[in-house]
């Protein structure tokens, strides 16, 4: 069974910086997409950044783009989420998740997930 366990959330403040992490045990790792999702309050889940098994193609919500990065070790079976210059609207859970189908952006395709971590960002 696929696990996946979300770390490096956390309180910062607007411009700050965090980097999130996602460790998964069980399974394959190296042969899928991976993608981060988020959810605040209220709201729906949103697809932010995925990236390809090899690393060769990430992709990202337009509202990150240029703050977030996404990379993956596939040696340690880990997808990371750098996050620069946060803004108080990234305020979320966010969720890391092991795509099995579908378009990268679609949740609906993503078979496994973490429990999330929380990101807040005060203004």
């Known amino acids: 069974q696929v696990q996946l366990v979300e770390s490096g959330g956390g309180l910062v403040q607007t411009g700050g910086s965090l980097r999130l992490s996602c460790a998964a045990s069980g399974g394959t790792f190296s042969t899928y997409t991976m993608g981060w999702f988020r959810q605040a309050p209220g709201k729906e889940r949103e697809f932010v950044s995925a990236?390809?098994?090899?690393?060769?193609?990430?992709y990202y919500v337009d509202s990150v783009k240029g703050r977030f990065t996404i990379s993956r070790d596939n040696a340690k079976k880990t997808v990371y989420l750098q996050m620069n210059s946060l803004k108080p609207e990234d305020t979320a859970v966010y969720f890391c998740a092991r795509q099995d189908r579908g378009a990268y952006y679609d949740a609906a395709g993503y078979a496994y997930w973490g429990q999330g971590t929380q990101v807040t960002v005060s203004s």
């Open positions: 990236i390809s098994w090899g690393g060769s193609r990430v």
